[in-house]
């Protein structure tokens, strides 16, 4: 089904006053049988009617010359638009002219925008947990470029230095660990994979160039606190009321394992039966996790109001704060003096403090969980694991701490 083309002037929407807009109408003329179907292009200039005829604005007038000039230049650029759609595409329908305006139209958005598009396509096609990751990067994304920049940010802008400094502000700002950033990157390139096959509007491929952080284990640095790490921050004082509430919601990530995203959601409609219960922001998995007399004792000193407190001090503030408590709280032995062996990229002279942040309460709570002989399936209750896979770091570890598990077993299997 082929067409052929023909594109004149028409004044539209003429008003009271025999005003119209100069219109470009194309006409698609089916070689067979002659059906006709037209588009129209606004070309924003406008007319009195007798100043128009079917060759477009009439040009006696000098202030209609300008006018007259643009108008010309947009029909031109139609006619040349219709022949290279013809060339590249063998044929000219309104369905490939009608393809070619909505990626011109996308072209001129910026990321954001882009995204919001990325989105509502996606929603049809993967499920809602996958379109909570798509969000969680567009939010990274806003705190990331200057605000003044958002409507000025387009597919242009994400060079290699663009991503190797959100990379950086990933890992030193958010302080993400090295999987969380490799997905973050990962979305992003899907992001990236939509603008430039499916909506065809970028052609800068730096994002395919750029090297992601690489997702093997043991690039990863999973830094746990034993009970006499936590021995020490719950001894610790001081009269510092911002450092105090940060060691309170600090104690209770150890306590109870939550993320920092579900820290900053929590209030009392959390608490019920005596269990911490809630979906997961991250997962949108249902957990039910017991409360320890001591996250319970916090509940209690803030009024329930954990999530209002976490958000006052902010998520990248509450993470340098954490290290300040670890350090004052006497978390200062260097990493090569640990019972745990972590990444040897890390110099050994690094003070543990300084490797501290709110993702440890979790990593902290998982460790100690199976060091005093939870099953493993259990703790997968609690924090939301679906994979038993996940938690074989933290079992090597408690396995490694645990020389006297088998006595355990002694004394419960024990028989007169």
């Known amino acids: 089904m082929s067409y052929n083309t023909n594109v004149r002037f028409v004044l539209k929407n003429i008003n009271s006053k025999d005003v119209g807009c100069v219109n470009l ?8 049988n002659k059906k006709k179907i037209r588009r129209y292009v606004n070309t924003g200039e406008y007319v009195n009617k007798n100043n128009f005829d079917s060759n477009g604005i009439k040009s006696h007038r000098h202030s209609l010359k300008s006018a007259k000039l643009l108008v010309e230049k947009r029909k031109l650029e139609i006619e040349e638009l219709l022949r290279n759609l013809e060339l ?13 305006q909505r990626i011109n139209e996308d072209a001129k958005k910026n990321i954001f925008e882009l995204f ?14 996958t379109i909570q990751k798509y969000n969680t990067l ?39 660990s090295i999987n969380t ?14 603008l430039t096959d499916t909506l065809k509007v970028n052609k800068n491929l730096a994002y395919k160039e750029y090297q992601k952080i690489s997702r093997k284990k043991e690039s990863e640095s999973k830094v ?83 999530g209002a407190k976490c958000k006052e001090i902010g998520e990248n503030q509450y993470n340098t704060f ?44 998982v460790t100690n969980c199976l060091i ?31 020389q006297d598990a088998f006595i355990k077993y002694e004394d419960y299997f024990k028989f007169k």
């Open 116 to 129: 919001d598009k990325f989105i509502e396509y996606k929603t049809k096609k993967v499920e809602s947990r």
């Open 372 to 402: 005093s002989g939870i099953s493993p399936f259990i703790v997968m209750g609690y924090t939301g694991h679906r994979k038993i896979e996940t938690l074989h770091y933290y079992m090597k570890i408690a396995g490694d701490i645990s």
């Open 25 to 32: 109408e194309i006409v698609f003329i089916h070689k067979e």
């Open 88 to 100: 590249n595409n063998g044929e000219i329908t309104p369905d490939i002219y009608d393809v070619s």
């Open 181 to 194: 950033i490799a997905k973050y990157q990962s979305v992003l390139n899907t992001f990236m994979d939509y």
């Open 322 to 365: 954490i290290k300040d408590v670890c350090k004052n709280a006497g978390l200062t032995e260097e990493v090569s003096s640990l019972r745990i062996t972590l990444n040897k990229k890390i110099p050994v002279e690094t003070p543990l403090y300084k490797l501290v942040s709110s993702h440890v309460g979790r990593t902290t709570f």
């Open 224 to 306: 746990v606190l034993l009970k006499e790490h936590v021995q020490k921050i719950i001894d610790w004082t001081t009269d510092d009321k911002t450092l105090e509430t940060v060691k309170d919601l600090f104690l209770f990530q150890i306590m109870t394992g939550v993320r920092i995203s579900d820290l900053l959601r929590i209030s009392k409609y959390f608490v019920k039966n005596q269990m911490l219960s809630f979906q997961m922001f991250k997962t949108t998995t249902t957990v039910n996790i017991p409360l320890h007399p001591m996250a319970k004792e916090i509940l209690t000193k803030y009024d329930y109001k954990i």
């Open 138 to 176: 567009k939010v990274v994304l806003e705190e990331f470029i200057p605000k003044k920049k958002h409507k000025n940010t387009y597919t242009t802008d994400i060079t290699l230095d663009f991503l190797e400094e959100l990379t950086t502000y990933l890992s030193d700002k958010k302080d993400l």
